[in-house]
């Protein structure tokens, strides 16, 4: 089985899929020569604009990790990140993402308001992610740190061996800003809300898609956003394919949304046509992106 993502080939393999023991071995060694290679070519970063609902316009991005092999596949997250978090080699990997991501906001500073980068609870969890992004941020004087966004996910929370308020609250001191991401698809939600010092709710697609057909998801949505509204938070709708799922989000007063109606994720030089050209446009309304790729 094969599915299109962003115009390349991800590759699924199914010998891989029969032996899944196998198949993690595989994709260790598989990280593991990523991660000694030049990882701009072997752990390349794409994005997915953010739309600003109100403007229509890229308000930010996501970036989102992929892997290009040796024999020039594109394989996505799936593949590899569940055994990069197992085996601690997210922790080499998240750092070039992040890395990555900003390099790539300094360079379209005058484009994008802010890049959005996942955090996993192996990461999180380490003593030393918090310094490496202080150090990252002490290398860019000047550079507002709410420009950066951690995505953390609820699973982060399960994570008992360290406090992820107080690991939270640290990173909030650096001025960079929290999403939390997947929102609505775990045990513990309104626990995030209570406790955390989060920014953001991202809502997961499951409450998205197909909601301008479908009154409990759309009533779902409506709390959600008056919730985080009365909580000062900001809320950004996942997987959004459909013209009328975004009208019905626009129509709920959702700030921003994301998904493949706007953009696929992209790789950085077809991104910043995406955002050369969404200037030009100024605005993304009735027009779907993904069109004339
Ligand atoms: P996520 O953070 O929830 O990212 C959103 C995922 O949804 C992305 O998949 C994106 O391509 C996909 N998506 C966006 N819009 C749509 C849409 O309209 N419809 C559908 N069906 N899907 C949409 P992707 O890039 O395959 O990433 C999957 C997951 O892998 C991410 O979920 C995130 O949890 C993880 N991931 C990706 N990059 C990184 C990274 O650098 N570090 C860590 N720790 N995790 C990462
Ligand atoms: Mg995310
Ligand atoms: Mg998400
Ligand atoms: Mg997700």
Not at 173 to 189: H, K, M, N, P, W
């Amino acid at each position: 089985a094969a599915k299109r993502a962003g115009g390349n080939r991800i590759q699924v393999y199914s010998d891989e899929l029969r032996v899944p023991v196998q198949q993690k071995i595989a994709a260790e060694s598989r990280l593991r020569v990523a991660l000694a290679g030049d990882m701009r070519d072997t752990l390349p970063v794409w994005f997915q604009p953010v739309v600003d609902t109100a403007t229509g316009k890229i308000a930010g991005a996501e970036a989102l990790v992929r892997m290009r092999t040796p024999g020039g596949e594109i394989l996505s997250p799936f593949h590899f990140v569940g055994a990069a978090e197992e085996t601690g080699l997210i922790v080499p990997l998240g750092e070039h993402v992040l890395r990555t991501a900003v390099e790539h906001l300094l360079q379209w500073s005058d484009r994008l308001g802010y890049v959005s980068v996942n955090v996993s609870p192996r990461q999180l969890a380490e003593p030393d992610f918090v310094p490496m992004v202080a150090s990252v941020l002490a290398g860019l004087p000047g550079f507002d740190p709410s420009r950066l966004v951690l995505e953390i996910t609820e699973t982060a929370l399960l994570s008992s061996a360290v406090d992820v308020g107080e690991r939270l609250n640290a990173l909030k001191e650096l001025g960079v800003r929290i999403a939390l991401d997947d929102f609505g698809t775990g045990y513990s939600s309104l626990t995030w809300l209570k406790s955390l010092p989060a920014d953001i709710v991202k809502l997961d697609r499951s409450f998205v898609a197909g909601l301008a057909e479908d009154a409990r998801k759309a009533s779902i949505i409506e709390g959600v956003l008056w919730l985080a509204r009365s909580l000062g938070m900001s809320t950004i709708a996942e997987g959004v394919e459909e013209k009328a799922d975004w009208e019905a989000l626009r129509a709920a007063g959702c700030p921003a949304v994301q998904g493949y109606f706007f953009s696929r994720p992209l790789p950085a030089p077809e991104f910043e046509t995406l955002l050369l050209n969404s200037l030009e446009r100024s605005t993304f309304e009735g027009v779907h992106l993904d069109e004339t790729m």
